[in-house]
Nanobody
């Protein structure tokens, strides 16, 4: 069974930090690029960070660049999103998703490119 299990959701104050993890199983993890998406109420789902299968190439949306860091540990079949200097605008449901094959890191993946999806997890930034 293919699974992407997210951990680390919660409530954090503005300026705070939160680390999300996504543990994968049921497919060859190191053959897949991974993306973090988020969706706020009434807004489109957007890719905020993506990473190539090897971890060598990464992408960040302008809205999170300099604050968020994506990484992966292929030995543990896990991808991480370290979120620092959080803002209320970061409040959203966050998803991790996987896509097979090459990824350059020079453009954002879209929801239509992904092969597998995890269930969304809520991140709320509020005082």
């Amino acid at each position: 069974e293919v699974q992407l299990q997210a951990f680390g959701a919660g409530l954090v104050q503005p300026g705070g930090s939160l680390k999300l993890s996504c543990a994968a199983s049921g497919f060859t993890f190191d053959d897949y690029a991974i993306a973090w998406f988020r969706q706020a109420p009434g807004k489109e789902r957007e890719a905020i960070s993506c990473i190539s299968s090897s971890g060598e190439s990464t992408y960040y949306a302008d809205s999170v660049k300099g604050r968020f860091t994506i990484s992966r540990d292929n030995a543990q079949n896990t991808v991480y999103l370290q979120m620092n200097s959080l803002k209320p605008e970061d409040t959203a449901v966050y998803y991790c998703a996987a896509r097979a094959g090459y990824y350059s890191g020079t453009y954002p993946l879209t929801q239509y490119h992904m092969n597998y999806w995890g269930k969304g997890t809520q991140v709320t930034v509020s005082s």
